[in-house]
């Protein structure tokens, strides 16, 4: 059974940076394919980015890209997701989680586990 840890989260001001790590145990991170996700109040809980096991394929969503990665470490058994630019619809609660498959998932309803997020707040 994975377990998955966020940290990193926190206050920022707009057009700060903030990164964020999620650690796995339980399960070899190389074995997995992960996601980051976000919810903000009142919304529904969107894809972020994801990564391939290997790290090769790191699709974004559109509000994102370019202004966020997503990398891995397997040694470390920890997803790493750097955030710059950031603005204030960035604010949410963010969360790792980690699928079984072999592609990268946009639907949360695949992934197999999840953390128990971190905040990001973004002021103006």
């Known amino acids: 059974q994975v377990q998955l840890v966020e940290s990193g989260g926190g206050l920022v001001q707009a057009g700060g940076s903030l990164r964020l790590s999620c650690a796995a145990s339980?399960?070899?991170?190389?074995?997995?394919?992960m996601g980051w996700f976000r919810q903000a109040p009142g919304k529904e809980r969107e894809f972020v980015g994801g990564i391939s096991k290997s790290g090769a394929t790191t699709p974004y969503a559109d509000s994102v890209k370019g202004r966020f990665t997503i990398s891995r470490d397997n040694d470390k058994n920890t997803v790493y997701l750097q955030m710059n630019a950031l603005k204030p619809e960035d604010t949410a609660v963010y969360y790792c989680?980690?699928?079984?498959?072999?592609?990268?998932?946009?639907?949360?309803?695949?992934?197999?586990?999840w953390g128990q997020g971190t905040q990001v707040t973004v002021s103006s």
């Open positions: 989680a980690a699928d079984l498959s072999t592609v990268v998932r946009l639907d949360a309803k695949f992934y197999d586990a």
């Open positions: 339980g399960r070899t991170l190389s074995s997995l394919v």
